[in-house]
């Protein structure tokens, strides 16, 4: 099998000697063609965060909950520190810690839908007004992201338990999970402020 | 302990006290952005504080969360 891998030519026509070193090269593209989705991605919510003040200006709704608010936003940030300590772990080949912090992101990260769900079900605005139209759209666009996000936290979580990811390039998987759980994070710094603070 | 985790065992260390020290100055200014929110009636100085707020948090989470500089440093180590 070994022998067969090194064999085999490589996409571009050079032989790589070092599977390594090939192995980084694929992460770095890897890499970038990650960054290129959440730039994209980036500019639809950047698009959404424009559309709230076309629509109601800096009006924001009385009868939001600024509590759950900044519960929700604290929430958020501590799986993204979570999710740090994960990947650090796996890059350091310290695998239980990293699925046990994976796991506390995954909790983090319900416990976050779940504080939207609560929010949807008992906030006073009604979704045809202005200011209700960008607030489930932003929120709800929001959570889906987040759902996806524990998607994939959950797939990296259970094959983890079988040593997929034991540092050097076989982390990128994670590491690739985990900065899209970053950005779903710095999405919400910027929501935050605009659907609960701006007044 | 394996000779290789001992020896990555300060590497981890002080990449975890990183993130400590970055989710800690990003909990500082999500309180500071509440409590300017609930006390400051100016609209324009509330967006200009809140906006700068906003990107100092998401430079933090790029930087040093992302690692946004690996793409053209190209390095994975911690």
Known sequence: MAAATQ?????????????VAHAWERVKINR???WLFIFSDAALFALFAASRFYLSGTARDPHLNQILGLGITSILLLSSASAYRAETAFAHGNTARGRGMLLVTLLLGLVFVCGVGFEWATAEFPVHEQYGTAFYTMTGMHALHVVTGLLFLLIIWARSGDGHYSGGPAVWPVTAVIIYWHFVDVVWVFFYPTLYLVK | MSK????????EGAAQRTGLNVFVILAVLTIVEYIVAVTLDSTVLLVALLSVAALAKCWAIVTYFMHIARLWRGEEAH
């Open chain 1, 32 to 34: 970038l063609g990650l």
């Open chain 1, 7 to 19: 064999a085999a030519p490589a996409p571009h026509g050079k032989a790589h000697a070092d599977p």
């Open chain 2, 4 to 11: 290789l985790n001992r020896q990555q065992a300060p590497a």
